[in-house]
Nanobody
């Protein structure tokens, strides 16, 4: 498994922006599909965005047009840029890693998870 460490969460007002990062401890990072998921209190963990090892990107409907996922293979890091944030985006955001997933969308596809970073959007 890969060790993942998220950073960059925090408190932001509605309409603001935040970028969260996830650093991976593997030399084979470029072969991993990376996913971002979130979990709000009392809710199940849900897919937000993903980027494949081929740099194809995927988004949940709630993230399309507002969030952008990207990766820097030289730094073993994946990013989630979040713009136009809404109070309903408040959650713990987790990154996940798994090799060679073609279309990331489900928690069960991933074996490695970070500890999560809290994102709070105030109204």
């Amino acid at each position: 498994q890969v060790q993942l460490v998220e950073s960059g969460g925090g408190l932001v007002q509605a309409g603001g922006s935040l970028r969260v990062s996830c650093a991976a401890s593997t030399r084979a990072f470029s072969s991993y599909t990376m996913g971002w998921f979130r979990q709000a209190p009392g809710k199940e963990r849900e897919f937000v965005a993903g980027i494949s090892w081929r740099d194809n990107t995927y988004y949940a409907d709630s993230a399309k047009g507002r969030f952008t996922v990207s990766r820097d293979n030289a730094k073993n890091t994946v990013f989630l840029q979040m713009n136009s944030l809404k109070p309903e985006d408040t959650a713990v955001y987790y990154c996940a890693a798994q090799r060679y997933i073609v279309v990331p969308s489900r928690t069960t596809q991933f074996n490695s998870w970070g500890q999560g970073t809290q994102v709070t959007v105030s109204s």
